[in-house]
T-cell receptor, first 118, second 114 residues
Framework: DGGITQSPKYLFRKEGQNVTLSCEQN?????MYWYRQDPGQGLRLIYY???????QKGDIAEGYSVSREKKESFPLTVTSAQKNPTAFYLC?????????????????FGSGTQLSVL | AQTVTQSQPEMSVQEAETVTLSCTYD???????LFWYKQPPSRQMILVIR??????QNATENRFSVNFQKAAKSFSLKISDSQLGDAAMYFC???????????FGTGTRLTIIP
């Protein structure tokens, strides 16, 4: 079955430690995204990538880094510079369609990773 | 910049009844999409319904329908014949065509009363 796989489901970070959240998709989607969800809030965009080897900052990129070396993979690193990393992290993907003939804007989401600080 | 506002943090409805969740948005673009996503306790985000701004007809998906008022920038979700499985957080979201950066509201927690 095609889909988006996030791992691990739960992750704990120690002070001063970098941790990496995995996101893999086999939907052959061009675009991938990382969102952060805090309790009582909606999703906020951290980073997104529309093609391999290219990515853009979202609204809350500080303290995070990403890479897009393969179309299927978009890992997110939460660095020690992110002082409040405890949150639920969601990865998503979509087909990047910018033409009038193909209007299918929708995101597919993974099941998420809950990151907590020890 | 886009903004999406959901003014109802919580709603409840009797099973089998109808409930409407409110959403307003603001965008300077003329071509955009609007979405309702459902997030059950599993926290998996599930697309409920989608509306293209250029279409005047309101989108419908089985028991879910929207009331899209473009001039008022309003996009409400109506759930008919509510079922226990509809209990979840519901998020309204918008994106400009070709942009694909979804902007989300803060969500409405829907409780279904048996």
């Amino acid at each position: 079955d095609g889909g988006i796989t996030q791992s691990p489901k739960y992750l704990f970070r120690k002070e001063g430690q970098n941790v990496t959240l995995s996101c893999e998709q086999n939907l052959n989607h061009d675009a991938m995204y990382w969102y952060r969800q805090d309790p009582g809030q909606g999703l906020r965009l951290i980073y997104y990538s529309q093609i391999v080897n290219d990515f853009q900052k979202g609204d809350i990129a500080e303290g995070y880094s990403v890479s897009r070396e393969k179309k299927e993979s978009f890992p997110l690193t939460v660095t020690s510079a992110q002082k409040n990393p405890t949150a639920f992290y969601l990865c998503a993907s979509s087909i990047f369609l910018g033409t009038e003939n193909l209007r299918d804007e929708k995101l597919f989401f993974g099941s998420g990773t809950q990151l907590s600080v020890l | 910049a886009q903004t999406v506002t959901q003014s109802q943090p919580e709603m409840s409805v009797q099973e089998a009844e109808t409930v409407t969740l409110s959403c307003t948005y603001d965008t300077s673009e003329s071509d955009y999409y609007l979405f309702w996503y459902k997030q059950p306790p599993s926290r998996q985000m599930i697309l409920v319904i989608r509306q293209e701004a250029y279409k005047q007809q309101n989108a419908t998906e089985n028991r879910f329908s929207v009331n899209f008022q473009k001039a008022a920038k309003s996009f409400s979700l109506k759930i008919s014949d509510s079922q226990l499985g509809d209990a979840a957080m519901y998020f309204c979201a918008s994106t400009n065509f070709g942009n694909e950066k979804l902007t989300f509201g803060t969500g409405t927690r829907l409780t279904i009363i048996p």
